[in-house]
């Protein structure tokens, strides 16, 4: 298997050094750490089979400093990294991405004190699908208490959201503080499980039941359906219906 080939790349805005590897079977693979640093101060670091807090824990015991760090990869590595200072060194040990922050001894501007790295599994995290942006969106309005602003403004980013599943949430999170403006922007909706929930949770105002029956010539038969079904349960319905008629 070979081990990682990595370019050494910017750290908090540094540039410098080069990464070389070779090739090595998987029965040879053992773990090794070596760190040297020359009289110019030039940092040479190889590591196989390490993972990338080993190899700083390690670093962090021979340079006589700490380390705090989030969002690191946990597999093994192999490199060999150097470089001029310990920045475009841990830029390398971070495949070249991520990001690092130095403080050195006010006294001393050469001696490492503590470093922290943040790499880009925890700068960046996954998207979240639109199963767990709904979720999300659910458990944040399960509160009955909630301070209006705050809930006003989630109901209004799942009401943009590009997915149907979440707009169908925020239908039914809105619903339940204001139906009448749930069902009109609900029956607004091109997706028709989002028109769906707005006729499911409409209200008995006359505004309501005038969207009620507009939903009556939906596009979607099943719209057409429960928008009547609601119509029909409402106080005063035949009339309803029979005017609609």
């Known amino acids: 298997m070979a081990s990682t080939t ?29 760190l040297q640093v020359d009289k110019s101060g030039q940092i040479t670091l190889t590591a ?27 597999t093994p590595v192999s490199v060999v990294c150097r470089g001029e200072t310990l920045a475009p060194v841990l830029a390398c040990l971070l495949d070249g991405s991520g990001s690092c922050l130095i403080r ?13 790295l943040v790499a880009p599994a925890a700068v960046h995290p996954p998207p979240l699908s639109p199963a767990q ?4 969106l659910a ?8 301070e209006p602003a705050l809930r006003e403004r989630r109901v209004s980013e799942g009401l943009q959201d590009p ?10 999170g809105l619903a339940r503080y204001d139906p009448q403006r749930a069902l009109a922007i609900g029956l607004a909706d091109a997706d028709s499980s989002v028109r ?14 005038s969207l009620l029956q507009n939903a009556l010539a939906d596009s979607d038969e099943t719209v057409r359906t429960l928008a009547a079904l609601k119509l029909d349960a409402l106080p005063g319905s035949a009339a309803i219906l029979a005017a609609d008629r």
């Open 6 to 34: 990595r370019i050494m790349a910017a750290c908090v805005g540094l540039m410098a050094g080069f990464v070389l590897s070779g090739m090595e079977s998987v029965a040879a693979v053992t773990a090794d750490f070596d």
């Open 133 to 136: 942006r709904a979720s999300r």
């Open 139 to 146: 458990h944040w309005l399960e509160p009955y208490d909630l």
């Open 104 to 116: 050195h001894a006010p006294q001393a501007p050469a001696r490492v004190t503590e470093v922290w």
């Open 48 to 74: 196989t089979h390490l993972s990338v807090a080993e190899v700083l824990d390690r670093m962090a015991t021979r340079l006589d400093w700490v380390w705090h760090g989030s969002g690191l990869p946990r």
């Open 163 to 172: 997915s149907p599943q979440v707009r169908v949430q925020a239908v039914y």
């Open 196 to 209: 769906l929930m707005a006729v499911e949770n409409a209200g008995i105002s006359p505004t309501d039941q």
